[in-house]
Every structure is written in C-alpha cells, then in structure tokens.
C-alpha cells in the first residue's frame, strides 16, 4: 500500500465561470470541486503543481484523499480528472466526498503477477493480453483497496481468467458483477503469438513478344516472296 501523503490544501472558490478558470490557470492555480454525501457542491482552488505532482502515483487514483478547506479536513476519493489536450496540465478536478458508513463506487487498478513466468508463456510460448486493466467496486471506505492483484502464474496457452477468478478483498464487490452471470467478462488471456506469414515471392512474368510495326511489314515481305 502507498505510504504518500495525499493530503491537498484548498481555498473555497467565489469566482465561477470559464474565464475565471483560465485567470486561474494562469497563475498556477488549479479549479476543482466537491460534492457528494447530500451535501452542498463547493468550488475550489487548489495549487496546480503540488496536485499535478500526485497525479504522477498511481495510488492518487484509488486513495482517500484528505482535503483541507479553511482548516478543515474533508476526505475525499477522485472522480474525475482533465487534463490539457497536449501540455502536461491539469484542467479541473472533480472530488466526492467519503462518508463513514457510505459505500463507494470507485475504480481501482489491476496488478497483474507472474506474467513472465506463467505456465502458459515460459512452458508453452505464449503471449498475455490485457483485457481490462482497471475495475469498478463497491465498498466502504475502511475496506477502499489500493489495488487488485490478479495472479497468472497457473494460467495455460489459450485460457483466460474473468472478474469470478479474482481474489477479491473483504467488503468489496465488483460492480459489473451485479449486473448479471453474462457480464462476467474476460481480465486477462494467454494466446498464441501472432506469427507473420512471409510474403510469397511473385512469379515472373512471360509476356508474349509482341512484333513491332516494322518487324510486321518485314513478315510480310517475306510471305509474298515466297508466294512468288
């Protein structure tokens, strides 16, 4: 589990609208939101760089955040995140906030283990493929994992392991599972790698010689004077 500090200061937002949001960005100043647990949404500001640093720790994701609003301590888990089309910025933060009692629903990432040695790819050449790298739960917050451990090391050539094969946490359920048994879909798969066929090597033309004009007229020639 993480041991970072993600614990974020925050200035309640008066200021709304797109061109305060940009005013805001342009002093390195990041716009957010809170809301959730039926209470009021607020807005905030938060310090751009500190925040697009956690942003970097995967367990930024999937954590309780701690933000601190007017000397208050808010626990929060993110929702959404945008960023910049192609600069390394932050945009706008989205946060819930996290009640004690109140199940979440959050997305948490995979782990996948024992890839390079899993029976399937060691013994039998294969290749694993991702089929989801991330997964929602439902749980309460004392029970929010990091993460999912999803263990290959077993798995064979041509077998997949699906959202029932993991090994799930107490207090956690996956979402997709509560939907029905048809939407127990595939996590992970080991498959045979691809193999490119050469190209075949093309076969050489034979193009009937053609008589140019000239050539033609001389064939001619000789006809008639073998006629004569």
């Known amino acids: 589990m993480s041991t970072i500090d993600f614990t974020i200061q925050a200035e309640l937002r008066q200021d709304k609208g797109k061109g305060a949001s940009r005013r805001l960005r342009r002093a390195e ?4 939101i809170l809301y959730g647990a039926n209470k009021e949404a607020v807005s905030l500001t938060l310090d751009h760089n500190k925040v697009n640093n956690m942003a970097d720790f995967e367990a930024f994701y999937s954590h309780i955040l701690t933000l601190v609003i007017d000397g208050k301590k808010h626990q929060a888990i993110l929702k959404d995140i ?8 932050l945009t706008h933060l989205d946060f819930q906030r996290v009640e004690k009692g109140q199940k979440l629903h959050t ?3 995979l782990h996948f283990l024992n890839e390079t040695t899993a029976k399937g790819v060691k013994d039998e050449g294969g290749v694993v493929v991702h089929h989801v790298n991330d997964v929602e739960i439902t749980c309460l917050p004392k029970d929010l994992p990091e993460y999912l451990e999803v263990d ?7 077998q997949n392991l699906h959202l029932t094969d993991l090994q799930l946490p107490k207090g956690v359920e996956l979402v997709e599972l509560t939907k029905g048994e048809d939407h127990d879909q595939a996590v992970v798969s080991i498959v045979a790698p691809r193999v490119e066929k050469e190209p075949e090597p093309e076969a050489e033309e034979v193009s009937a010689e053609v008589p140019t ?8 020639d000789e006809d008639k004077q073998d006629k004569e």
């Open 152 to 158: 290959v090391a077993n798995l064979e050539l041509g």
């Open 29 to 32: 100043k990041l716009p957010a």
């Open 82 to 89: 945008q960023r910049h089309p192609y600069k390394p910025k």
């Open 107 to 109: 997305h948490v990432p």
């Open 213 to 220: 004009t000239k050539e033609s007229e001389e064939d001619e």
